[in-house]
């Protein structure tokens, strides 16, 4: 079991390393004219929660109606962007941070900082949120269900070449390595991990540049409010009680569980599992014009 956080707090350990910043650290942030890591992570972060929990909250809401259903799921993947806007904002900040920390002779550990946190978004953040923001796709509906388990989740979906619309996994350029569908669970709690693997990768760096003071005793640091704290181990609760079967190509990846314990937030993993069986797939077409070409999930040849 991995702690994320320092003892007695539950947040990102660089949001407390604020208070160890050294003078000239704060004077560089200051010239650069970005925000405090206390502030912009911390705000980040809770952002983040906040948005999963507003998710749980849909998702767990069980009705028979299947418009009312599908118009959830809708809503469910605009949070999803949501997140992945937060994602790839934070991994932004955290190269800004670097690059106005950073000294003379030290453009190569640098860029490989910035490369290492970019990296940490992973394909199901950088590649879906790229695609909607520049290319025209968008995130369209799946649910795979066996009868006994049920997992709603997301695919890419839009124009692929010569006239053929669908998953992204589909399209030349993507077509290694790219899923043809995401399951929800799975890619919420890889966000609020990587929130963390970000962090810490920019932390480690600015340590070893001595940037962080590592004497100060992160006890000084200023806790978020009550209602927060108190609220977050029931959100990680409702996280961990999500299925913990993956897509097609998920099934590899361990996912994430969290745990906070004498005021400390900690992670371990869980092997993502296969659907067994007969496995139904039901997907929602978020667009189709006349005479259009379309390629349906997991499934082979196009419509």
């Known amino acids: 079991m991995q702690a994320l956080s320092y003892p007695n707090h539950v947040v990102p350990k660089l949001s407390v390393d604020d208070v160890a910043l050294t003078k000239d650290t704060v004077a560089k942030i200051n010239r650069a004219q970005i925000a405090r890591p206390g502030t912009f992570v911390a705000k980040t972060y809770w952002d983040v929660v906040e948005t999963l929990a507003d998710m749980l909250e849909i998702l767990e809401i069980r009705s028979s109606d299947i418009q009312n259903r599908d118009r ?38 640098l860029k490989q900082c910035r490369h290492a946190i970019a990296e940490r978004l992973g394909r199901n953040v950088r590649v879906p949120i790229n695609k ?47 899923p043809e ?12 991990a990587n929130i963390f693997a970000m962090t810490d990768i920019a932390r480690d760096q600015l340590t070893r540049w001595g940037s962080i003071d590592t004497s100060p005793n992160p006890a000084l640091a200023q806790n978020p409010n009550v209602e927060r704290v108190a609220s977050l181990s029931g959100i990680m609760d409702r996280l961990n009680a999500q299925p913990f079967y993956g897509f097609e190509g998920e099934h590899g990846i361990r996912s994430p569980k969290f745990l906070i314990a ?18 139904i797939v039901n997907f929602q077409l978020p667009y189709v014009h006349a005479g259009a070409k379309f390629q349906m999930p997991y499934w082979k040849g196009s419509c």
């Not at 004498?262 to 496995?279: C, F, H, I, N, P």
């Open 262 to 279: 004498e005021d400390t937030l900690y992670m371990q993993s869980a092997q993502t599992k296969r659907l067994r069986g007969k496995v």
């Open 72 to 109: 959830r799921h809708r809503s469910i993947l605009r949070l999803a962007e949501i997140l992945m806007l937060r994602c790839t904002s934070l991994s932004d900040y955290l190269g800004q941070l670097l690059t106005a920390c950073a000294f003379s002779g030290v453009d190569n550990e």
């Open 181 to 192: 569908g995401f399951s929800l669970p799975l890619f919420m709690r890889q966000v609020l």
């Open 132 to 178: 909607t923001k520049h290319d025209g796709f968008t995130l369209a509906p799946i649910v795979l269900t066996n009868g006994m388990a049920s997992v709603p989740g997301f695919v890419v979906y839009g124009p692929l070449q010569d006239g053929l619309s669908g998953p992204l996994s589909f399209s030349r350029k993507h077509g290694a390595g790219t």
